[in-house]
């Protein structure tokens, strides 16, 4: 066997959370060749994500080998292996792949000749989801006939079709290709599987027909001028047309010191973003299952509202942010010295950021009744509170009996393959892949990295419903498809069309807003959050310098991801106008076409 374990090291060393800084999206315009072989039981594209734990066993050459893993990577986790370098070897790669369900196998068409790992193959397909991607001289398929699971077969040895063939793996590409030669019996002459685009596709502007150089350039011209103007020292941005993928690139660094470079696969903190990734689906899938009735009160679903000035509260009204809430409440510049400690303990056993932890059910004991407890001014004014999420956050909670944070990857992050999305990210991925955000020297007294900006869900654990969720873009993006394919993605539903229409559109009388959702301000002048941007477009940012804004009538998603309050809070974001500006010059590439 030639390509072994070397290959193998290359493709995991470069695999997408090692990713290329810029890892702008091909500009191309081509037809998928990748043909579909064997799908009797329409296991291709992938669906279950959350059942799944995959495997990528793969004998092509460097490029093509991170092309393939790299693009499979960007819909759910993938484990790659080594190669064996020896027969012998098998039996240890048997044993690495033992907990995984489903393995796939890619390789050059003429190590189809090669029986030691065809044995291998067929051995881990009893009890296993196997597919097999295929890449060269189709004469090879005739060697397969006895094979009964998935084959994408590609005629080409190419990056591009490497990435095409990943793509159709998860429906990220509808296959409508077929044989166009008879390479046996079972492989003849207009033999191929139909399937449908379910998930995002990663083809770039040209596809659409869009002048992909000139958006690239326009918005680096942008990027570049916040950074060199100090209102972020980077960012990511991304743009998602038609299901597909137009737009992708980072900029600057982490930090002004220009160390760590910005990487698409970065996570950030959302801030506000929280609200409508975290705390509004959640509430949209109770209350089309009948379990949340948003016309019912805070003291129905929570007993430690009854006795307050808030039983009585309607839940409507919280969600669009009219019930008359106090806006802000500076829970942390109330602190006792005895309240924070800089070891952890059984007193102290919240984490707050590095080197710092409050006492132990401060947020129950301390915070929530406060918010209880605190000013209600008269309903039907639209007065922006984070207090409204806190509350729905804890409405939901009692309900289901699960915390949000396990909520939300059970019902929705890990299904979509959502994988860096959630809370707490410090415990589930590097240091270094997290982009900081504040150097706080008031509260905290450290840099934030990982930790949530936000003083108030910090001072909860880093678990709150207006604040705490890290993602990258691409997360976002798997989001914002799901929003304006009405609660459908990768072949499943999550919610009712009409729910996503209830939450999404203009529901008060009072305000621009939804449910949870803001939406575009419908006076013109104002130009937000474009002034292109139709008037079904929803969405919200977050105070760290995020966005994500989703257009249902240009079928349009745009995501800014940045931490402009590093080291310190700047406004400068705001006076250079950088988001707009930037979301205006999609849709005038778009318009351009």
């Known amino acids: 066997m030639r390509r072994i374990i070397t290959l193998l090291c290359m493709f995991v060393a470069c695999m997408y959370t090692n990713a290329a800084i810029h890892a702008q999206p091909t500009n191309r315009a081509r037809t998928n060749q990748t043909v579909l072989l064997n799908n009797q039981l329409n296991t291709i594209p992938l669906r279950n994500l959350a059942e799944r734990h995959t495997a990528l066993i793969t004998l092509l050459d460097g490029p093509l080998a991170t092309a393939f893993g790299n693009q499979l990577s960007r819909y759910a986790p993938i484990d790659p292996f080594a190669v064996p370098a020896t027969p012998d070897s098998y039996v240890r790669l048997d044993e690495d792949v033992k907990f995984h369900n489903t393995i796939i196998f890619a390789l050059a068409a003429e190590e189809l000749?090669?029986?030691?790992?065809?044995?291998?193959?067929?051995?881990?397909?009893?009890?296993?989801?196997?597919?097999?991607?295929?890449?060269?001289?189709?004469?090879?398929?005739?060697?397969?006939?006895?094979?009964?699971?998935?084959?994408l077969w590609s005629p080409e040895k190419t990056e591009a079709s490497a990435m095409d063939a990943a793509m159709s793996l998860f429906g990220g590409l509808a296959c409508t290709a077929k044989l166009s030669h008879s390479f046996s019996p079972r492989y003849a002459i207009g033999a191929g599987y139909t399937t449908a685009q379910t998930r995002l596709?990663?083809?770039?502007?040209?596809?659409?027909?869009?002048?992909?150089?000139?958006?690239?350039?326009?918005?680096?011209?942008?990027?570049d001028e916040a950074i060199r103007e100090r209102a972020i020292p980077g960012g990511v941005v991304m743009a998602i047309k038609s299901g597909k993928v137009i737009f992708e690139k980072a900029y600057g660094h982490h930090t002004y010191d220009r160390i760590a470079p910005t990487k698409i696969s970065d996570i950030f903190d959302m801030a506000s973003i929280t609200k409508i990734t975290a705390t509004t689906p959640t509430?949209?899938?109770?209350?089309?299952?009948?379990?949340?009735?948003?016309?019912?009160?805070?003291?129905?679903?929570?007993?430690?509202?009854?006795?307050?000035?808030?039983?009585?509260?309607?839940?409507?009204?919280?969600?669009?942010?009219?019930?008359?809430?106090?806006?802000?409440?500076p829970f942390y510049r109330d602190l006792k010295p005895d309240d924070l400690s800089p070891d952890s303990s059984a007193t102290y056993s919240v984490k707050v950021a590095d080197g710092c932890y409050i006492r132990t059910a401060y947020y129950e004991e301390v915070m929530w009744p406060i918010m209880l407890q605190s000013k209600l001014n008269p309903t039907g004014k639209y007065v922006y509170s984070d207090i409204s999420m806190y509350v729905m956050k804890e409405v939901a909670e009692h309900q289901t009996g699960i915390p949000i944070q396990a909520y939300i990857q059970q019902e929705f992050y890990r299904p979509l393959g959502m994988q860096t999305a959630?809370?707490?990210?410090?415990?589930?991925?590097?240091?270094?892949?997290?982009?900081?955000?504040?150097?706080?020297k008031t509260f905290r007294k450290?840099?934030?990295?990982?930790?949530?900006?936000?003083?108030?869900?910090?001072?909860?654990?880093?678990?709150?419903?207006?604040?705490?969720?890290f993602a990258t873009a691409n997360d976002l993006?798997?989001?914002?498809?799901?929003?304006?394919?009405?609660?459908?993605?990768?072949?499943?539903?999550?919610?009712?069309?009409?729910?996503?229409?209830?939450?999404?559109?203009?529901?008060?009388?009072?305000?621009?807003?939804?449910?949870?959702?803001?939406?575009g301000d419908p006076d013109t002048s104002k130009a937000y959050p474009s002034k292109l941007a139709s008037p079904a477009t929803f969405g919200h940012?977050?105070?760290?310098?995020t966005c994500i804004w989703i257009d249902p009538k240009e079928q349009l998603i745009y995501i800014f991801l940045s931490n402009r309050v590093h080291p310190v809070v700047s406004t400068k974001l705001y006076e250079l106008n950088v988001r707009s500006r930037i979301q205006d010059t999609i849709y005038e590439a778009i318009h351009a076409k």
Do not use: C
């Open 422 to 440: 959630g809370y707490l990210p410090r415990q589930r991925f590097p240091k270094q892949r997290i982009v900081p955000t504040e150097d706080d």
């Open 446 to 469: 450290t840099l934030l990295q990982g930790y949530v900006h936000d003083q108030g869900a910090a001072m909860a654990g880093g678990i709150a419903g207006h604040a705490g969720l």
């Open 113 to 151: 000749a090669n029986k030691r790992l065809m044995q291998f193959i067929s051995t881990q397909a009893v009890g296993k989801d196997i597919i097999l991607a295929v890449f060269g001289d189709g004469a090879n398929l005739s060697g397969l006939d006895f094979v009964h699971f998935p084959i």
């Open 201 to 223: 596709a990663y083809t770039g502007a040209t596809t659409l027909g869009i002048d992909g150089v000139r958006l690239e350039t326009d918005i680096d011209n942008i990027m």
């Open 477 to 519: 993006a798997i989001y914002g498809q799901l929003l304006l394919n009405r609660g459908e993605y990768g072949g499943d539903r999550y919610f009712k069309a009409e729910t996503v229409d209830l939450f999404t559109s203009k529901q008060s009388a009072t305000s621009r807003r939804g449910l949870g959702f803001d939406r």
């Open 541 to 545: 940012t977050g105070y760290t310098g």
């Open 283 to 329: 509430i949209m899938r109770l209350t089309e299952r009948g379990i949340v009735n948003l016309d019912s009160t805070m003291g129905h679903y929570l007993l430690q509202a009854q006795g307050t000035n808030k039983n009585g509260t309607v839940l409507r009204d919280v969600m669009l942010h009219e019930a008359g809430f106090i806006p802000y409440i």
